[in-house]
């Protein structure tokens, strides 16, 4: 999947398959845009969203993992 960071133009690619959980993943979208742990804290400042198939925006983690 593609993913991206608000104000940034580039796009990274992100194979979901290597993950077990949606802390894996968040941990590499950390370290991926260098959010320096900022992504893992509890007061976070950021939000990860996804668009389903329907179109509509989703937060990361309200869908089970599967």
Avoid: C
């Avoid at 590499?28 to 329907?54: G, M």
């Amino acid at each position: 999947m593609l993913v991206h960071k608000r104000g940034i133009a580039l796009d990274r690619s992100v194979d979901l398959t290597k993950f077990n959980n949606y802390e894996e993943l968040i941990a590499e979208l950390d370290q991926l845009f260098k959010f320096n742990s900022e992504l893992k804290a509890r007061n976070k400042n950021w939000l990860i969203v996804f668009t389903d198939d329907e179109g509509d925006m989703m937060l990361v983690g309200d869908d089970p993992w599967s």
